[in-house]
């Protein structure tokens, strides 16, 4: 008999706009735990497809590693272990049968500080299309990377300079270089760790303008120390404090008209 | 003497401790004010003027004493000690020795030569009196004047911390230009008696000749004295050494920092690190007698017995050669050295790996690589620049090892790349011509310092490439 696997009314924003294209990732009480030390419990948030989800919520309050349970990047940590239920497109990412790699390739992450290889322009974005063996010839290669930097909005700004190395780049281009690597093996969901907060605040808008964009392809999830940033680029909202989630709202509801009073004081800065 | 002038002045120099730290803790208390230094400075800073200036005049007046003795009575020897080298300066000798108390040489002296010894003895001496007396006084003094001196500055005003920390830089200076000098000196003897050989056999001769056989040049009248210092196949030796060396630890070592670095578990790292660290801790010539007893007769008989099987067949020629294989071959030599260095390549590189940022990690694992995928293709083009500094100071560790290749190489100077020839390589050279009984000024053992200079050099620029290869690695990612 095919019990249903977890509780699937949506817990996620309601109203006229709810959204338009599903729910693409679905957790339920997840709980994570370093060794002892319980760093998340018992988080239920639904996220929609083609939409930007914002955490926010104080430093340590446990969003980084909510990020992380995703895309399975805490495997890689020892003495990192996940609880609860995770489901991509209603498939539990934590069962058995689902490879952590494969897993990654749908579920790209971007993070805090811009990280590119100490490689080519070229070469990095190539690195997804290529460990992924995305491409047959060197034609089709050079197609892929062109449009991910195209989507990237870094195209124009590198275009005569692939073969230099990617630290050779300010920081707002490395960042769009990280994105641009994200989007060339095409995947389903980009997750953002605080990806401005090493940035000056013209890079910063680049990056949201960007992420708007990508917005009209993928599901978004974004970690943000800006309210003003998570109020921009979002349309729905988590709210974490101490390894729980607080409230879930509609961005424009959420920072209006919060219901908990915790929300209130963390969005006016009476604590944080 | 000496030990109870370095005991008196240590007494006086703590005396002039309190004395100065009470003054000044008075006269703050008198007046009311804070002194700018704490007390224990103005005290320090007084035993310090109480002692250093004494010290300094007391090792300059050791060391310029005897020399000062041996000059003034050299000069006027009585008639009676003997008119010829190298007697005379035995008797000198032995005049100084019988006035310090010790037993002169057994030479026979005539009656009036002894009495002349004793006479000149007792005039060293007096001599030798009358300089301890002085040196008493000029110490004292030295120790007075500077006490002095700092007692005068004991005022709350002083800035004696200022000048106390003045003082520690000199000295930690003084000691830092100790090292820097040996160095110096070290490379100007070695560059002077190299200027010496290059009297003798031209440079270019040396460094380009293909001859070595320093043993026939140890008569200079020998025809073809200068004929045997072609170092090259010397060369050719050391490298084809440090080539196998670095074949046998460049990959051990390497892959066992990136098992340590990426796969290890915390506690296997716990054991095995230090482990492996205890290979760096063998003495070199516990390498080389097992290299000499176990691994040269292991190979041979290897060698050998692959000889056997071959012989008859289509590689008769061959099997011919590996049946005379011997003990002692550049490969026995080349590969213990190489596990000499497998820690010392291993901890470099583990370090080096460790350096990458976990960002680039993540930053891989998070595109879906596997953990292969991203040491492969991230952390070690990332860390690459730093291991290959790694290698070049291995490298130039295996041209400066010794022990292992007297043992285990063999002595034969010849050009040849086949690992099992016996070979040598220039510090051998260099140890067998300057050990046993040497005529100093001989082209042969000169050639050991043009040696010397030579591979001096040669490992200065694999060092200096090396470190700055490290060093602009480490600043990429700070
Ligand atoms: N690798 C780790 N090992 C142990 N504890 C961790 C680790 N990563 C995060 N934590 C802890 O988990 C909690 C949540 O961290 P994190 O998810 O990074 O918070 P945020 O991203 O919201 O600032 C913090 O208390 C942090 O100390
Ligand atoms: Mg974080």
Redesign the pocket.
């Known amino acids: 008999m095919d019990a249903p696997v977890i509780d699937t009314r949506p817990i996620v924003a309601a109203g006229p706009k709810a959204p338009a294209h599903g729910i693409k990732v679905r957790t339920r009480d997840v709980s994570v735990f ?2 002892d ?1 319980q ?2 419990s018992d988080v239920s948030l639904d996220m929609a497809d083609r939409a930007v989800t914002a955490l926010i ?10 990020l ?1 349970c995703l895309n399975r990047m805490n495997d890689t ?1 020892q ?2 272990r996940v609880e609860g239920v995770i489901e991509l497109d209603g498939e539990d990412v934590n069962a058995r049968a689902v490879d952590p790699v494969a897993l990654r390739a749908r579920v790209g992450m971007v993070f805090q500080r811009p990280n590119p290889f100490p490689k080519s322009i070229f070469e990095n974005v190539a690195y997804g299309p290529r460990i992924h063996g995305l491409t047959t010839s060197k034609s089709e290669l050079q197609d892929v990377v062109e449009q991910a930097l195209r989507r990237a909005g870094l195209w124009d700004e590198v275009a005569d300079r692939l073969d230099q190395s990617g630290s050779s780049l300010s920081g707002g281009q490395q960042q769009r270089l990280v994105i641009a690597r994200a989007i060339a093996v095409d995947p389903e969901v980009i997750l953002m ?1 605080e990806p401005c907060s090493a940035l000056d605040p013209i890079a910063t808008a680049r990056i949201e303008e960007l992420i708007d964009e990508l917005r009209q392809q993928y599901c978004i999830v974004i ?1 943000t120390h800006s309210m003003a940033q998570a109020a921009r680029v979002s349309q729905q909202t988590a709210f ?1 404090h101490m ?1 729980q989630i607080v409230e879930i709202g509609r961005t424009d509801e959420l920072f209006t008209n919060p219901k908990e009073q915790r929300t209130l004081d963390y969005i006016t800065g009476r604590f944080g | 003497m000496f030990g109870l002038v370095l005991i008196c002045l240590a007494v006086f120099s703590a005396a002039t401790y309190g004395l100065a730290r009470r003054k000044v803790l008075q006269a703050a208390h008198g007046s009311g004010t804070r002194p700018h230094s704490r007390p224990k400075y103005h005290g320090a800073h007084a035993a310090l003027w109480a002692a250093i200036p004494a010290l300094l005049v007391l090792v300059g007046l050791a060391v310029a004493a005897p020399r000062i003795i041996t000059a003034v009575t050299w000069a006027d020897l009585p008639a009676a000690a003997p008119s010829v080298e190298p007697f005379r300066s035995q008797f000198q000798y032995d005049a100084e020795a019988i006035a310090a108390g010790s037993i002169p040489s057994a030479v026979a002296y005539s009656a009036d030569q002894r009495a002349a010894l004793a006479a000149h003895a007792d005039r060293i001496s007096a001599l030798s009196g009358m300089l301890r007396l002085g040196g008493l006084v000029a110490v004292g003094l030295a120790a007075l004047m500077g006490g002095l001196y700092a007692w005068s500055r004991a005022r709350p005003d002083y800035r004696a911390r200022n000048a106390v920390e003045r003082w520690v830089g000199g000295l930690l200076f003084a000691t830092s230009a100790i090292a820097v000098l040996t160095t110096l000196g070290i490379v100007l003897s070695l560059v002077w008696e190299s200027l010496r050989f290059f009297q003798t056999v031209s440079p270019l001769e040396f460094l380009t000749g293909t001859h070595w056989s320093p043993q026939i040049a140890i008569r200079a009248d020998q025809v073809g004295s200068s004929g045997g210092f072609g170092a090259v196949p010397l060369f050719v030796g050391t490298f084809l050494i440090m080539g196998i060396a670095m074949l046998t630890a460049a990959p051990i070592g390497l892959m066992a920092a990136i098992y340590l670095a990426e796969y290890a578990s915390a506690f296997q790292r716990a054991w095995i690190k230090p482990l492996l660290e205890v290979l760096a801790g063998i003495p070199t010539v516990v390498y080389g007698f097992f290299a000499a007893l176990t691994v040269g007769p292991a190979f041979r008989a290897g060698f050998n017995r692959l000889g056997e099987y071959l012989l008859g067949g289509p590689l008769n020629d061959l099997g011919l050669y590996l049946m005379g294989v011997q003990n002692q071959m550049a490969l026995v030599a080349g590969v213990v050295m190489g596990i000499m260095l497998i820690p010392f390549v291993s901890s470099l590189s583990d370090d080096i790996i460790n350096a990458v940022p976990q960002s680039l990690r993540d930053g891989s694992y998070a595109m879906g690589a596997t953990q292969s995928e991203t040491i492969k293709r991230v952390v070690l083009p990332a860390a690459l620049p730093g291991v290959a500094g790694a290698m070049l100071l291995a490298a130039s560790r295996a041209i400066g090892e010794t022990m292992i290749v007297t043992m285990a190489a063999g002595l034969q100077a010849r050009i040849t790349a086949n690992p099992l020839d016996s070979v040598t390589t220039v510090t051998v050279q260099i140890v067998t011509l300057l050990t046993g009984d040497q005529e100093f000024d001989s082209p042969k053992t000169l050639s050991a310092f043009g040696l010397g200079l030579t591979l001096f050099v040669v490992t200065l620029i694999l060092n200096i490439v090396a470190l700055r290869i490290v060093q602009h690695y480490r600043e990429q990612y700070d």
Do not use: E, M, N
Request: glycine share 26%.
């Open positions: 370093y060794g030390k760093a998340l919520g104080p430093s340590g309050c446990g969003k980084s590693t909510f992380r940590i003495g990192a760790d970690v974490f390894g």
